[in-house]
């Protein structure tokens, strides 16, 4: 397990997503509030669209792809709806103080 730093709490406004490249990868990182981070690959598995310019749900923690609308859990990268059946990778995240880590060698899901 390898915890990279990503970004500060206060880059990522509560309810939004920022796009990060860690260790070569594209990460989008949404802040759900409360100081609750997640984070996943940022190209939608369906539409190569960039996943931190869709919509954040807080409530039901997902994240719409802005190009044909699929969304994705934030915790786990599954597709809750289509046209995506694929899911995007999903990093472990942990703050310590004002500093987001994920883990890059150990994804959720792919």
Not at 55 to 82: A, M, N, Q, W, Y
Not at 87 to 93: E, K, L, S
Request: glycine share 10%; charged share 25%; proline share 4%.
């Amino acid at each position: 397990m390898a915890l990279v730093r990503v970004a500060s709490t206060t880059d990522v406004p509560e309810g939004e997503a920022r796009r990060f490249e860690v260790d070569g990868r594209e990460v989008a990182v949404a802040n759900l509030g409360g100081g609750q981070f997640r984070a996943i690959h940022d190209v939608c598995s369906h539409a190569l669209a960039y996943l931190h310019e869709g919509e954040v749900d807080v409530d039901l923690e997902t994240i719409e792809c802005p190009k044909h609308g699929s969304t994705f859990d934030l915790s786990t990268g599954h597709p809750r709806s289509l046209p995506a059946t694929q899911g995007v990778a999903a990093y472990r995240v942990k703050v310590e103080g004002d500093d987001i880590l994920i883990e890059t060698e150990d994804e959720v899901s792919a």
